[in-house]
């Protein structure tokens, strides 16, 4: 006999900002993140070069290593991923290979 599962939700990503924030700080801390100052029109421009020269857009990671953070200004968080490859094992095709040079912005 099949078991019933009950609804639990809705769910709201917002009430977990909290969370959200602590593992932040616990991957900026441990080198798994950073912070980005690049500005919307940085990005665009980036992305515009990279397209005129027949490139695939993609971040180029100039705030990959920096610390030298200008105060007071909007940043994001990226991931700090290795710079060769990543995979995961997928149930279905099995180990999937994504070369990080292909990354898009």
């Known amino acids: 006999m099949a078991t019933l599962i009950q609804d639990e939700g809705p769910f709201f990503q917002t009430k977990r900002f909290d969370r959200y924030k602590e593992v932040i700080e616990e991957m900026l801390a441990s080198g798994t993140a950073y912070r980005c100052f690049c500005s919307r029109e940085e990005l665009e421009q980036m992305r515009a070069e990279q397209t005129a020269r027949g ?3 993609r971040y180029d990671g100039r ?3 920096r610390t ?3 105060p007071g200004l909007p ?3 990226r991931f700090k991923n290795p710079l ?3 995979w ?3 149930v ?3 180990r999937v290979v994504f070369q990080n040079s292909n ?3």
Do not use: A, M, Q
């Open 88 to 90: 995961v094992e997928d």
């Open 92 to 94: 279905i095709h099995g």
């Open 68 to 70: 030298d953070y200008p």
């Open 75 to 77: 940043f994001v968080v």
């Open 103 to 105: 990354s898009t912005i």
């Open 84 to 86: 060769s490859v990543r």
């Open 55 to 57: 490139e695939k857009p």
């Open 63 to 65: 705030w990959r290593e």
